[in-house]
């Protein structure tokens, strides 16, 4: 941690610098989420369709996907 700024050692300069550290912390949990999501659909099948991430109003983060035979249509 960065005694003078807050902010975690090395982030001086980026994004994280710019916004709350509760908003940087949802930030990389959802972007987490999404890598994981779109890591486990690679490893089982060889590539994905496309996903969204929604995050509801009490915080919950919700997959929302699309399915082959959506994408058929």
Request: charged share 20%.
């Amino acid at each position: 941690m960065d005694p003078t700024t807050g902010t975690p050692a090395g982030t001086a300069g980026s994004w994280r610098s710019s916004v709350p550290e509760a908003s940087a912390t949802d930030l990389e949990n959802l972007l987490g989420t999404g890598v994981g999501a779109a890591q486990e659909q690679l490893e089982r099948n060889g590539g994905f369709l496309p996903f969204a991430l929604v995050v509801e109003n009490d915080g919950e983060v919700r997959l929302v996907a699309v399915t082959p035979a959506d994408a058929a249509e």
